[in-house]
């Protein structure tokens, strides 16, 4: 073989074992401050939120601020949740970072905790909502409903001063956040169902015995009216009108509930809403009835009454 040939193939064989020195390939742009990132994972949660200049990194009960331009960490600091981060939410006309923290009943600690980011080096809590004991959730032992105040905050959406809060405990929240020292609760204009502000999840028999399951939320502006996509942990996709916050109806719905091992749970765990080509997109992450494999899914929304959500493909 001649030395042409020899060093052809000592090339292909270097492309091939080192495919980063033929190819483009994916390049950090920030790494994890603390070692190893498992002791915050918890579970494998994380977050992220960006303005123009910011970016906000969760894992665990830790978040990053990150400078966009330099990449480089401006602050780390540690928010009281038990559990771990859900969702994290940047309003960049306020400065201020909400944050879905979950909730843990024996460490008493977790809801939704606000922190203003004027200054990104140095964020402060300026707000928490943890309990609503006027409009609380409920769980069902020995056929008695225990209500249940806490709020296990799990997913956000903010459509100017209103933040909507997908609540493991209750269901969809509908908050007032004009005063982020101070978040308060929308009422209802036609309270029903012992609810007062926002929607109040059945239990999979569909009364309200047991309430809760909402674990997911994506917001989306549509043909002048705002719609809540939430994910249901036991039952799939729902979809409110929230465009008049004080006023939430039922919502509609795609069942995505498996048949097999888990019955009555869906098994989602992502989803975000976009437009394409004049109507609404979903896209949604969940797993399988066996919980082992986990799928990609697009839906099409379809608003008019006479149509229902459709799933139309999924890898």
């Known amino acids: 073989m001649n030395t042409k040939k020899i060093m052809t193939v000592l090339t292909l064989t270097w492309m091939i074992a080192f495919p980063g020195w033929s190819a483009p390939s994916l390049w950090k742009s920030a790494e994890w401050p603390f070692s190893p990132p498992s002791l915050f994972l918890k579970g494998g949660v994380n977050a992220v939120t960006a303005g123009s200049d910011l970016l906000f990194w969760a894992v665990g009960d830790t978040i990053a601020v990150v400078d966009k331009g330099t990449f480089t960490i401006l602050a780390t600091f540690q928010v009281k949740t038990s559990t771990a981060i859900q969702d994290i939410l940047f309003d960049e006309a306020g400065d201020i970072l909400y944050v879905a923290a979950g909730y843990d009943t024996r460490e008493q600690s977790g809801g939704l905790q606000i922190f203003g980011v004027s200054n990104p080096s140095f964020p402060v809590l300026v707000g928490i909502f943890e309990e609503s004991p006027g409009n609380p959730g409920s769980s069902k032992t020995d056929d008695a409903a225990t209500p249940v105040p ?166």
């Open 150 to 315: 806490h709020v296990d905050a799990r997913g956000l959406g903010l459509n100017g001063n209103t933040l909507f809060l997908a609540d493991d405990n209750f269901g969809l929240r509908v908050l007032d956040v004009e005063d982020p020292a101070n978040p308060t609760e929308i009422p209802l204009t036609t309270p029903t169902a012992d609810r007062t502000s926002g929607y109040k999840q059945p239990d999979i028999y569909g009364n309200f015995a047991a309430t809760g399951g909402y674990v997911g939320l994506s917001l989306h502006t549509f043909d002048e009216k705002v719609y809540a996509f939430v994910l249901d942990f036991f039952y799939g996709i729902r979809m409110f009108d929230v465009t008049d916050p004080g006023v939430i109806a039922d919502p509609l719905g795609k069942e995505t509930k498996t048949d097999f091992w888990y019955g009555s749970l869906s098994l989602l765990t992502d989803l975000f809403v976009t437009e394409t080509e004049g109507h609404l997109t979903a896209f949604v992450t969940g797993g399988d009835a066996t919980g082992k494999n986990f799928v990609l899914s697009r839906m099409d929304v379809a608003i008019e009454p006479s149509r229902t959500t459709t799933n139309f493909g999924r890898c």
